[in-house]
T-cell receptor
């Protein structure tokens, strides 16, 4: 079974600075997707970014980018120019590319943005 | 706004009772997924429906059941409720691409 590990329960960053959230995963599959979801205090789960395993290029969405290291099974999220609205729980998630479509989540990292 | 709607937002009920949570997927999405978020277990996949048919089952208790109707909305039925069932229940939908879009969730409190 696939597992997702987020080793940082909490992180903090100063407004306008850059922060990197870590995620590692375990799988024997070669075809899969990885995601970062944001959960602000409202509890809504918001998709931040996605990465296909077959793509070597790291995904980028505005201030959010990932560092995908397939061999190391690592998928970190970099937030640049942090804003107060970035404060939230961030969840890393895995989805198989074949068969099961369920998302397997890590336990999350709570990000605090200090003014 | 993801386009996925869930009702009710909050639900408070007593142990032993039965409740129904409702989800309407994004327009055009055929797949609906249910997840449970609790402090103990984190976010866990419960069940998936695709165009009215059950497609995958996760860690769903026998006391829980779900269905997807012809208009594609889905209901999650929780019965014989226990204190440990208190959680945030999310519905997500997908068009068949990899992304799943989540509704705002239903917060269930069992007293």
């Amino acid at each position: 079974a696939q597992t997702v590990t987020q080793s940082q329960p909490e992180m903090s960053v100063q407004e306008a600075e850059t922060v990197t959230l870590s995620c590692t995963y375990d799988t024997s599959e070669s075809d899969y997707y990885l995601f970062w979801y944001k959960q602000p205090p409202s509890r809504q789960m918001i998709l931040v970014i996605r990465q296909e395993a077959y793509k070597q290029q790291n995904a980028t969405e505005n201030r959010f980018s990932v560092n995908f290291q397939k061999a190391a099974k690592s998928f970190s999220l970099k937030i640049s120019d942090s804003q107060l609205g970035d404060a939230a729980m961030y969840f890393c998630a895995y989805r198989s590319g074949r068969g099961s479509e369920k998302l397997v989540f890590g336990k999350g990292t709570k990000l605090t943005v200090n003014p | 706004d993801s386009g996925v709607t869930q009702t009710p937002k909050h639900l408070i009920t007593a142990t032993g009772q039965r409740v129904t949570l409702r989800c309407s997927p994004r327009s055009g999405d055929l797949s609906v997924y249910w997840y449970q978020q609790s402090l103990d277990q984190g976010l866990q996949f419960l069940i998936q429906y695709y165009n009215g048919e059950e497609r995958a089952k996760g860690n769903i208790l026998e006391r829980f059941s779900a269905q997807q109707f012809p208009d594609l909305h889905s209901e999650l039925n929780l019965s014989s409720l226990e204190l440990g069932d208190s959680a945030l229940y999310f519905c997500a939908s997908s068009s068949g691409l990899a992304e799943q879009y989540f509704g705002p969730g239903t917060r269930l409190t069992v007293t």
